[in-house]
């Protein structure tokens, strides 16, 4: 009852949605929380309850600003920055002394992102694998893919201009052959079971790169 005696309706809460809440910010801490949620525990263990929980919000108000799971995790993937990944990069790869040390921070560093600190790439071997089924997350994996071969083609050319490649080393083959290495120890670092298998994973590229038949 207003002060005035006339009886005022109020309109009804939202149910799920905090009141008082500024959409763009509510929105922005679902995706955040997704993308923790998808690059720590992937895709099919990724829990809505967890996320809007870690958002301060219900699961139902989730679904007002995104119609399905896979429609959040799209978003996680294709708002997610890699400016940690290239930082690191340009901290521990690029300053490293000759190719193959700069090969192994390379692995070093792409294993590190996904495994320590997963939420600025959303996980690029998460990635990988949800872009087998959606052409979105699939675009936004290839862009990433790019970026990490293009850095590994720079390294190779560089090193050839400093002497480093055997007479007749095909530059081509050494870029594809890097781009597979990477692949296969970070998604396998990824899926390991525990950190003595993760430390296998990188003592074995130090020793396959102890002493590459390409290397001068």
Known sequence: MSPTGVRRTLPPRTIGRPVNSDSAMTRRAIVTAAAAELATVGYERMNLETVAGAAGITRGAIYRYFDSKRELARVAVAESSASDWQHLVDRFVMTADGIVEQLRALVRVT?????????????????GQLGEHDDEIAAVFRTRSREIRRIIARLV????????????????????????????????????????VRQQILMATDLLLRAPSWLA
Request: aromatic share 6%.
């Open 111 to 127: 294993v590190n992102v996904t495994l320590q600190n997963p939420r600025p790439s959303v996980g690029y071997f998460e990635i």
């Open 157 to 196: 050319r560089e090193a050839a201009q400093r002497g480093e490649l055997a007479a007749g080393a095909d530059a081509r083959s050494i870029v594809d052959s890097v781009s597979g290495l990477v692949w296969a120890v970070g998604a396998g670092a990824s899926t390991a079971p525990n950190d003595r």
